[in-house]
């Protein structure tokens, strides 16, 4: 019941404000045509002539309809304005919700987790846009590049979007033991066929992410810069940072001992060359909204990437 008479008090004042607008309209015009007539038409000219107080009651009139639609339009942008606070308001609970719900699904500081959180990290970073920068260390670059392509190739147009990646390979165009080869007796050594697949390996992704630059101007998803270095280094850490608040870590924590393809000498049979396993090792992830010790660690691993990074050499 209550409703219904809502309802109608709602109608009436709708009916009675376009009375209001016409009426005011109507007489607005009337006092028009009536001083347009005394401009022309004599006996009406003096007949007002000295009507001062007829004269100013229409002052009186017209001044308090103009002051009534100040008030509606002050009325009207108040509402407005009211409105537009509510809804700012409700974006802003908004946005601590989705922030909130972020935060309980992300790993806390320290956790492990699987390679495909990272990946999701990494999409969530492309997909808001901005400035964008992303640093992988590691084997091949095989866990950054592959899933980074996908990625790449699936965001939505935005000309603002600027991506960095960069990406610290060991230098194999230099012998190393680890990955290597092992022989009969237990000693290892270095694998110079092994080191070339792992070059060519490592091209391969430099190759498949430098193929997106283009791609990414001529559809309007922002610029790219891809740079590959390479370190004399046995790659033992995988450090991935998403610009210079998350980092994620983890270590190649598996070796295989398996037939050297290259080898055709007989005692290949039992087995002889070692290789780092890690894709799927759990990594850490830590972020700087993890607290003292989680920010901390965030720092030390980017010190110490940089420095790697900074005596490391282009890939040829």
Known sequence: MSDTRQSWRDRLAA???????????????????????????????????????????????????????????????????????ALDQLVRRLENEVQRLNTLLRPRGGEGVTPSKLEEEFKEALEAGGEVRLTAMGFTGETFAVPLKNILQSLEPDPLRTV??????????????????????????DAPDFREHLRHQIAQHESSLRSQTGRMTVRRRGTLKVEFRVLHMSPSLKLYFINDDVVYEGIYDKLDLRPDPSNTALAADDGNLLDLIGYESLLTRWSLDGGDHARAIVRRRREFFETLWNVAHELT
């Open 15 to 85: 009916v009675c404000g376009r009375a209001e607008s016409t009426v005011t309209k109507l007489f607005l015009a009337a006092v028009f045509g009536l001083g347009l007539l005394a401009q022309f038409v004599r006996p009406i000219g003096d007949a007002l002539q000295d009507k001062v107080y007829l004269g100013g009651a229409l002052l009186t009139v017209v001044g308090y309809m103009l002051y009534s639609e100040v008030r509606r339009l002050n009325a009207a942008h108040t509402t407005q304005r009211d409105n537009q606070e």
């Open 164 to 189: 960095s990646l960069r990406v610290l390979v060991p230098d194999f165009t230099k012998e190393i033991e680890i990955p290597g080869q092992v022989g009969p007796g237990g000693e290892i050594s």
